[in-house]
């Protein structure tokens, strides 16, 4: 039966390559493939497509056109085909097999050695698509679903495995063949991919807790030993992180006016770009009937379907969500990625375990109820290919779209205004580190595979991964295309979900802040600062909220112990600091809601102090999470007030033609006001 099997491995032969054999702790072979472009057609083989015309297996103005995309875009032939329904996978793999004289294996029947799988590591063989089967004689088969690319990839292999032949399986079937036997070890990499001393999941929480406990203690015992003296400190400290986070503000939106004010540089003609595959994680839980609207929503999208990677990441456990996905028809652009079950249940385990399967080189985030622009996906490719490589990610901007549902709905959406039309561009501009949101993101994959992805057990893993994108000298841009999402207009729910935000931001400051001195060194002073007013300043103001409205008894002659403190100077002059930060909060308000689809919101501006108290009780709510239960996730749930779930997906054009108008290529953004 051995023999019979190598018979039939006749594909092109391989030289021992030198390779890297650097063994792991674990003992794994460390092993660096670069990446590539989209290999071309060989020379001296039979082009793939005439071999599907030879067999009948394509039609002749299909293939005409499935040709004229794969010249502009870095997608494989074969992969335009399918995704269009222009052959079929049984015959795509025959001709494939015909062209690259290989052997096609069914590896669910004749499954692979996992003792070779564990040599080369799970992760670069999901990343290859390619999986080592057998050790025949001195030879090691590797079946792979990228014949194309068998050269490049073997040159990397180590030496003491060569040398290599190739035989051919489909994609799905390496995943499955990969999944079967080293699932456990994907998801055990998936909560550890970030270095311990950047992760929260080193949190000790006793030691938190006693912390916490004896600074409560103190503040009790220094109110009834001296209470004056405790007052003067945490009244001192509220002013102090206020002014900063009022100045961090204004020189934010004077920078993003000032920008907005500077003429644009004359239009340049430039040459349509390569659009490259892009992949984008949708985390799902609870979701039991969000698949028909989904799909929907990312209908719109105008992006070549072939170049479109959507997964659609549920947990294990989460019974009705793949219960609705497994009776949902979904096109082929579109995957459900199941992440096993674990010690935790969080998003950024799910999205570290799910980049596993990305086919792109642009990985994207979006979460369950989005709306993004059609165009999102131009506009993301144009500014990868323009920017320069130390831009590692690209930040959207969030609206909803439903903001009229009620008062919270729309206090919701002029915070969003302010913080993604105002703060956020501005903080970008002045060199700050950005504090990512938690979608409409998109990375460059190698660099985010080398920062190690997402911390799974931190809670606002997106303000986390900013920081560490800045450490490493990484760059994030915010660009002018709009996600729109479904607002959490409920009180109880708003506060749950603000609290997990500022868990995170105390976690996230609490990791980054273990070494401070070599974060100075890695950020520098500017940015050091910044990053404190950012947390440390926020988290301040959220807690120590009731002082500064304290202040209101002053204003209305009435007694306050600061008067104890303060000189009449000083007391005018801190009524004045209290009534420019008001000043500050309106103006940038109706500043980001001038825009037309905003304008409705103006009178609205002003009640957002109304709105801002809820955020007290989620500050506290998240200290207490921080020390009883840190890694906790509180969902937020969708479809509550889903304005669109009868929005239908546009009229899909004649497959290829439309893509090919040059306009495509080169997507004007959407301007930050509507």
Not at 304 to 329: G, I, W
Not at 392 to 410: E, F, H, I, K, M
């Amino acid at each position: 039966m051995v023999s019979d099997r190598r018979d039939r491995i006749n594909g092109p032969a391989a030289e021992d390559s030198p390779g890297l054999t650097g063994l792991t702790a674990g003992g794994r072979v460390a092993i660096h493939v670069p990446p590539a472009r989209i290999p071309r057609p060989v020379a001296g083989r039979r082009p793939l497509g005439r071999i599907l015309l030879d067999r009948g297996a394509v039609a002749p103005g299909d293939l005409t056109t499935a040709l004229a995309l794969r010249e502009r875009e870095d997608v494989r032939l074969g992969d335009i085909l399918l995704t269009h329904g222009w052959v079929s996978e049984a015959a795509l793999m025959a001709a494939l097999a015909e062209q690259w004289q290989a052997a096609l294996v069914d590896l669910a029947a004749e499954p692979p050695d996992p003792r070779l799988i564990d040599a080369l590591g799970p992760e670069l063989c999901l990343a290859e698509a390619m999986v080592p089967w057998r050790r025949i004689g001195a030879t090691t088969v590797i079946a792979t679903a990228r014949p194309e690319e068998f050269t490049r990839l073997r040159g990397a292999l180590p030496a003491k495995f060569a040398p290599y032949r190739m035989v051919l399986a489909p994609e799905w079937a390496v995943h499955d063949a990969l999944l079967a036997r080293r699932q456990t070890a994907l998801i055990r990499r998936a909560e550890c991919r970030v270095a311990a001393a950047e992760s929260c999941r080193t949190h000790d929480g006793e030691r938190a807790a006693r912390r916490a406990l004896g600074v409560l203690l103190g503040l009790v015992c220094g109110l009834f030993l001296a209470p004056l003296a405790v007052f003067a400190l945490l009244f001192a400290w509220t002013i102090i992180t206020l002014v900063l986070t009022m100045t961090l503000k204004l020189a934010a939106w004077l920078t993003e006016l000032h920008h907005l004010a500077t003429p644009l540089p004359p239009p340049q003609v430039t040459a349509p770009i390569r659009l490259p595959v892009i992949s984008v994680l949708v985390p799902l839980l609870h979701e039991k009937d969000i698949a028909k609207r989904l799909v929907a929503r990312l209908g719109r999208l105008t992006y070549p379907r072939e170049l479109l990677d959507v997964l659609l990441v549920v947990e294990e456990a989460d019974t009705p969500t793949r219960d609705a996905l497994a009776k949902a028809t979904l096109p082929r652009w579109i995957r459900v990625v199941t992440v096993p079950d674990g010690p935790i249940r969080t998003k950024p385990r799910a999205l570290n375990y799910a980049l596993n399967f990305c086919r792109g080189s642009v990985v994207g985030v979006w979460d369950a109820e989005d709306l993004p622009d059609p165009d999102q996906l131009h506009a993301v490719a144009r500014r990868f290919a323009e920017a320069p490589p130390e831009v590692a990610c690209l930040q959207g901007v969030l609206d909803y779209y439903s903001p009229r549902t009620n008062w919270l709905s729309r206090c919701f959406t002029v915070e969003y205004a302010v913080w993604f039309r105002a703060i956020l561009p501005g903080v970008a501009r002045l060199g700050l580190a950005v504090p990512l949101g938690g979608t409409t993101l998109f990375f460059r994959r190698d660099q985010l595979e080398a920062l190690g992805g997402w911390d799974a057990f931190n809670v606002t893993e997106d303000a986390d991964l900013g920081i560490r994108l800045a450490r490493r000298g990484l760059r994030t841009e915010l660009i002018a295309t709009v996600t729109q999402e479904e607002p959490n207009c409920r009180p109880l729910p708003w506060v749950k979900q603000r609290s997990r935000w500022l868990k995170g931001y105390a976690m996230t400051w609490g990791v980054h802040m273990r070494a401070p001195r070599q974060l100075w060194r890695e950020l520098g002073a500017w940015r050091f600062l910044g990053l404190q007013v950012m947390f440390l300043g926020t988290l301040s103001q959220y807690l120590l909220a009731p002082l500064s409205w304290s202040c209101w008894l002053i204003l209305f002659g009435l007694w306050h112990p600061v008067r104890a403190l303060l000189s009449p100077g000083s007391e005018t002059a801190l009524l004045i600091a209290f009534g420019l930060t008001e000043f500050v909060n309106l103006a940038v308000g109706f500043w980001a809601v001038r825009g037309a689809g905003h304008r409705h919101l103006l009178p609205w501006v002003p009640t957002l102090h109304l709105y801002f108290p809820l955020g007290t009780l989620a500050g506290w709510k998240a200290i207490y999470e921080v020390i009883a239960k840190p890694f906790y996730w509180d969902k937020t749930a969708h479809g509550l007030f889903d304005a669109l779930h009868e929005i239908a997906a546009p009229a899909t054009p004649a497959p290829g033609r439309a893509r090919l108008q040059p306009d495509l290529a080169r997507p004007q953004c959407a301007p930050l006001i509507d």
